[in-house]
């Protein structure tokens, strides 16, 4: 008689994973993550990518994807008939503005703002794989899955947000307004499992979740010497997010007492101009520097001396822990997924305040370097990417 292990390796081997997403062939900290863990998991799983990019946008070698066993498929939207489009749009208005808002008309919402031709052609996209478990990546894809929920039979629906609670559930948030906020609740509250970044987070949401902290989603280059007294930065330029018109600002105050740093900004988007403008304002062409997005980022890390996130909000930061995986200390916004990571260790300014970032980048100047990036380097060896797939591993094979 064969051992059960052997029964239950088999299993777990034959089981098949779809990660469903807007975009896995472009940069960005939620690609890199996704890549890195489906690469993981495709060593013992048969996994499957579902994007809604064009098929003449694949380029394997971005996140080293050429290395794994992944299949792709390339999912367009069909257009929804006019004559419905202006009934869904009606009933959307009605549900956001005039009708009481629970479950039941959560529920009607969440078929006016994805129609029936578009819910239909997801779920018949992923009926097609006979997936045992499909993972919608980001918030808004995960609503979208929670949707087609009685279309895809028995398979684990789990929805992996990326964002901190707060950016999706503030009062602030640039994501959701007041009036979408209780539907997204309602709705991921259907899906087999909600993963999120953080313990903060996890305590914040109505709807059970699981924490899965993200790994180091690369392999680090030398560690920096601390000599070039170089602050760096990397991120999407996208508004507000990143919070690098306050670190520009900031830099400028810091420079009026420093002559000898400079500072990195590595990144591209749709505020580019404007970073580039702030800068030219104060006349700090020569000390700050603008450089696109690069597959060897490692670079950046290493011939740095300090890293300074400077977010407004975050889920979890993977910058911070590539930047402490190359030795480098870290000024940061006072974020709590930052608090979290990093402890005492972080030098922590008031988020969004230009002029307390001016002291933070001065007090990182007079640090103890060799100390603090000893400490980093035992932090980042926390997320391990090994420990965190088998975290998603568990949740496969409940």
Not at 286 to 314: D, M, N
């Amino acid at each position: 008689m064969e051992h059960p292990i052997f029964f239950y390796i088999f299993a777990s081997m034959t089981k098949k994973i779809c990660f469903l997403m807007d975009s896995i062939f472009s940069f960005g900290g939620v690609q890199r993550v996704t890549a890195v863990i489906a690469k993981e998991l495709a060593k013992e799983y048969a996994v499957t990518i579902v994007t809604l990019e064009k098929p003449d946008e694949k380029d394997t070698s971005i996140y080293n994807l050429q290395e794994a066993d992944i299949q792709y498929r390339f999912f367009e939207y069909p257009d929804t008939p006019r004559w419905k489009n202006i009934l869904c749009k009606a009933y959307s208005y009605l549900y956001r503005k005039v009708l009481p808002q629970n479950r039941f008309t959560s529920d009607l919402y969440a078929h006016s703002s994805f129609p029936s031709e578009k819910r239909n052609a997801l779920a018949e996209e992923l009926q097609q794989g006979h997936y045992d478990v499909i993972i919608g990546v980001h918030a808004p894809l995960a609503v979208r899955l929670a949707a087609c929920k009685k279309l895809l039979g028995g398979a684990k629906l789990i929805g992996w947000i990326h964002n901190a609670h707060k950016a999706l559930f503030g009062k602030d948030s640039r994501y959701l307004g007041p009036e979408l906020q209780k539907h997204y609740e309602w709705q991921l509250g259907k899906l087999n499992k909600t993963v999120v970044l953080c313990e903060y987070d996890a305590k914040e949401y109505p709807i059970p979740t699981q924490v899965i902290y993200n790994p180091l989603t690369l392999v680090p280059g030398e560690p920096s010497k601390g000599t070039s007294k170089k602050f760096l930065a990397v991120g999407r330029f996208s508004p507000l997010h990143k919070g690098f018109d306050i670190l520009i600002q900031a830099f400028a105050l810091f420079a009026e007492n420093n002559k000898e740093w400079t500072l990195d900004i590595v990144g591209e988007g749709p505020e580019e101009e404007a970073f580039r403008n702030l800068i030219a304002k104060n006349k700090l062409e020569g000390r700050i520097s603008i450089h696109p997005f690069t597959k060897e980022i490692q670079k950046y890390y290493s011939e740095a001396q300090v890293y300074v996130l400077s977010s407004r909000w975050e889920g979890l930061p993977l910058v911070l822990i590539e930047a402490m995986a190359h030795g480098l200390p870290i000024v940061s916004s006072d974020l709590t997924m930052s608090k979290e990571i990093m402890g005492d260790f972080g030098m922590y300014f008031k988020n969004g305040d230009a002029n307390e970032l001016a002291r933070s980048l001065d007090e990182a100047t007079k640090t103890d370097w060799e100390k603090k990036s000893k400490e980093a380097l035992t932090i980042a060896s926390r997320f391990n990417a090994e420990a965190i797939v088998q975290q998603w591993k568990d949740i496969i094979n409940e």
